[in-house]
């Protein structure tokens, strides 16, 4: 990583690297927003990740916690409840993304870093 834009340690949950912008909130609040679909954050992940570290840091955790989601639902057939939670934990913690906020998903693996 450049000094211009760092990462966080990869088992923080709080970015503290350079104040983001309005374009990159937003960016990052879409992966919160969306993460129901896996794919959305994904591609905002894998398009943004070099061009952003508050991007990459948020999308990469709305990611990891899509994933651990889908995960769950192969494997336990709950997936209308889990389909909900990921909804409203997706809005919760684009809102909070929104408004400057830290976010912090109650379980995901950590699969993206």
């Given at each position: 990583m450049t000094q211009d834009n760092p990462m966080p340690a990869a088992d923080?949950?709080?970015?503290?690297?350079?104040?983001?912008?309005?374009?990159?909130?937003?960016?990052a609040a879409l992966a919160h927003y969306l993460n129901f679909i896996w794919l959305v954050p994904l591609i905002i992940y894998l398009t943004k990740k070099d061009e952003s570290a508050y991007v990459r840091f948020e999308a990469g955790k709305s990611l990891n916690f899509s994933l651990t989601c889908l995960i769950?639902?192969?494997?336990?057939?709950?997936?209308?409840?889990i389909l909900i939670a990921q909804i409203v934990l997706g809005i919760m913690n684009g809102g909070k993304i929104k408004a400057g906020q830290s976010t912090k998903y109650p379980f995901a693996f950590k699969l993206v870093k």
């Open positions: 923080a949950d709080i970015y503290t690297g350079p104040a983001p912008t309005e374009a990159e909130k937003s960016s769950f639902s192969i494997i336990v057939c709950i997936w209308p409840i």
